[in-house]
């Protein structure tokens, strides 16, 4: 319990200092409907916000509706995604959604996270920057690559596990702030804690953590 408290203490602190360095923090995906952004955040697993942006601005001028994704090849589809990595596994995952939406939940993505999760290539991650960014629902922490590196190395958790690493922050952040978090650790992972070799003690977070 006192473990809980000091890190309740030090998630403060951290978030406080965030949101001065990243006031307008939010998903750098692009998007026009709640469609596009599932689409979009399945495409971003193991690949860069930057290069699914350059894909679907050609994908989503091409595919326009749903259908559009019900009724395509997936060796079509393939090679309009390939350049985002593991294409056939985030093709097979895409068009099978697509279906399911259609025929499970009239055409419209849902809103919940029991929901959501029934759709392939769909975990909590996913789930909650959908539920987010889409329904304005708050439902947990999503963990990505920059919270899952820098949650450990600041001292929040000490799992690897994303489910795991999600828990421990839903006991330390706010709710309020378990939406923003992500974005936050996000912008700071991508300009100022890379997850290449460095010199932490240059990342403006160091200080805090090491006077907790």
Not at 36 to 60: G, H, P, Y
Not at 65 to 74: A, E, H, I, R
Not at 106 to 127: F, I, S
Not at 131 to 157: C, P, S
């Amino acid at each position: 319990m006192k473990n809980i408290e000091k890190r309740k203490k030090l998630a403060k602190k951290i978030i406080d200092k965030l949101k001065n360095l990243f006031p307008d923090a939010k998903i750098i995906l692009k998007y026009s409907n709640n469609w596009e952004l599932l689409v979009a955040v399945i495409l971003s697993a193991q690949c860069t916000d930057k290069m699914v942006n350059r894909v679907t601005e050609e994908l989503f001028e091409k595919y326009r509706t749903l259908d559009d994704y019900v009724n395509t090849k997936p060796k079509e589809f393939e090679n309009d995604i390939r350049s985002t990595g593991f294409f056939r596994n985030k093709t097979k995952n895409i068009l099978a959604s697509a279906k399911i939406i259609k025929e499970k939940f009239q055409g419209e993505v849902p809103n919940t996270m029991k929901d959501l999760l029934t759709l392939p290539g769909v975990a909590r991650k996913t789930a909650n920057v959908v539920l987010g960014n889409a329904f304005g629902i708050y439902e947990g922490v999503a963990v990505d690559t920059h919270v899952r590196r820098l949650a450990k190395l600041y001292g929040l958790t000490d799992k690897d596990n994303p489910d795991k690493i999600e828990q421990d922050l839903l006991k330390i952040v706010p709710k309020k702030d378990w939406f923003k978090f992500t974005y936050l650790m996000i912008d700071y992972g991508r300009k100022y804690c890379l997850a290449k070799k460095h010199n932490h003690k240059k990342c403006p977070l160091t200080t805090i953590v090491e006077s907790s």
